[in-house]
């Protein structure tokens, strides 16, 4: 009897040693999964760092992607500074040699006729092969999907002006007047062919100067909208709500 009691207690002290393992094991890995998931916070707390306007894509998918937002961004070196060379180029041919569009298009064409012209007579006379000329077809499909798109940006802007010219939104309308008085001013330093070379040189420079320092600009650009959202808060209390079309839309929320 003596022996079967000596035999059952170390039967019961490995059993508790396996609990107490068991047990222990479990602490264990369970405080590796806290360890595990404590470098996930600061991912959660990136994602919610401000970003200008609001875009949650990189700003190589908010251009667009593919070839066009490789050159805004300077992705391709030589590309970017060919588009740019040759966009400086025209505008310095037709702000500051005056020289006109018509004029330049009609040159270009008697050239390129009269060389292709001259190459396909002369080729059997200097022993080339003539010019190869690939015939040129405007694709119907590509050209309904740019009209198409075309035609959907249209009405979208003309619904936009539709709505502000019946007086439903009234913070539209003001961002609309504003935008059209400093398209005006703009207007009155430069004229339309600068202005444009101005937003070519802009869309070559700012998107990929952002790119470089967004971590820097985002926290500014933060800051300066909070600010601007208290001020329009006061113009609202101040201006906004005395207007009557502000204060007619109010009863009509209210009723």
């Not at 035609?151 to 709505?163: D, G, K, P, T, W």
Request: charged letters at 25%; hydrophobic letters at 45%.
């Amino acid at each position: 009897m003596a022996e079967e009691i000596e035999k059952s207690v170390p039967a019961e002290e490995s059993l508790m040693e396996k609990i107490s393992e068991k047990i222990h094991h479990h602490d264990s890995s369970s405080s590796s999964e806290s360890e595990y998931e404590k470098p996930d916070s600061p991912s959660a707390v990136k994602a919610k760092i401000y970003r200008m306007f609001g875009r949650e894509k990189p700003v190589h998918k908010v251009l667009g992607g593919g070839k066009p937002a490789d050159v805004f961004l300077w992705r391709d070196k030589k590309l970017s500074a060919a588009v740019l060379g040759v966009a400086t180029a025209i505008w310095v041919l037709f702000e500051l040699v005056e020289y006109h569009l018509l004029s330049l298009l009609c040159h270009i064409s008697i050239l390129a006729l009269g060389g292709l012209f001259l190459w396909s007579n002369a080729h059997t006379f200097i022993n080339k092969t003539p010019p190869q000329i690939p015939e040129v077809h405007v694709p119907e499909d590509a050209f309904l999907v740019i009209a198409s798109s075309l035609r959907n940006e249209l009405n979208q802007a003309f619904v936009i002006l539709r709505s502000i010219a019946l007086g439903r939104d009234l913070k539209k309308f003001l961002m609309v007047v504003v935008g059209l008085w400093i398209i005006s001013v703009v207007g009155n330093w430069c004229n339309f062919l600068t202005l444009v070379y101005i937003c070519f040189v802009i869309l070559h420079t700012v998107p990929m100067l952002y790119e470089k320092h967004e971590d820097k600009v985002d926290p500014l650009a933060e800051k300066a909208m909070k600010e601007l959202q208290k001020q329009y808060v006061v113009f609202d209390e101040k201006v906004l709500s005395k207007i009557p079309v502000a204060s007619l839309k109010a009863k009509a929320k209210l009723g």
